[in-house]
């Protein structure tokens, strides 16, 4: 069994020991055992909270690598007639906190119906179901991989009113 620990960068002309073919939610697993495409045993003990993305490496303790691919896997594509439109889409998945793959021509999430038929009432758009490599946005606050533990950073409420709620301390 190879046991990875790192995230390095994606290089195309690495020498990789075996592939894993992972889906965008199973690239979110930072400690899981997985086989690679060719059958062989990769467990992952990846820092907490690390994100793989397609075409990664992952190496470990003795330099070994292995190719991380995006696995195609169902996902709701949605196109429009206008950038006005496509934005307007991506503004209410936003709202929504969906994890959401941008193109220049089209917004590409997980399948759920409830979002397909909002995005259908929107008018405008296109939503087809197919099977791709799902590649969401990290997000503002996400990187692909993490460093150190999350640090809390202390914050006073005298500067702002919060009417009839409160913040737990």
Request: net charge negative.
């Amino acid at each position: 069994m190879l046991t990875v620990t790192q995230i390095l960068s994606a290089d195309p002309a690495a020498v990789v020991v075996a592939e894993l073919a992972l889906t965008a939610e199973e690239r979110t697993r930072s400690r899981h055992r997985f086989v690679a495409t060719d059958g062989t045993p990769v467990q992952l003990q990846l820092p907490r909270g690390s994100v793989v993305r397609g075409n990664s490496l992952l190496s470990t303790a003795e330099g070994q690598r292995v190719r991380v691919v995006a696995k195609a896997e169902p996902v709701l594509q949605v196109t429009a007639a206008s950038a006005w439109s496509l934005m307007r889409a991506a503004y209410h998945l936003g709202n929504r906190h969906v994890p959401l793959e941008i193109t220049p021509h089209s917004l590409r999430l997980e399948p759920d119906s409830v979002l397909e038929a909002m995005l259908n009432q929107l008018g405008d758009l296109t939503v087809q179901t197919l099977t791709l490599p799902f590649e969401p946005e990290a997000g503002a606050y996400q990187s692909s991989h993490a460093h150190s533990p999350p640090t809390h950073h202390p914050h006073t409420h005298s500067s702002h009113n919060h009417g009839s709620h409160h913040h737990d301390n």
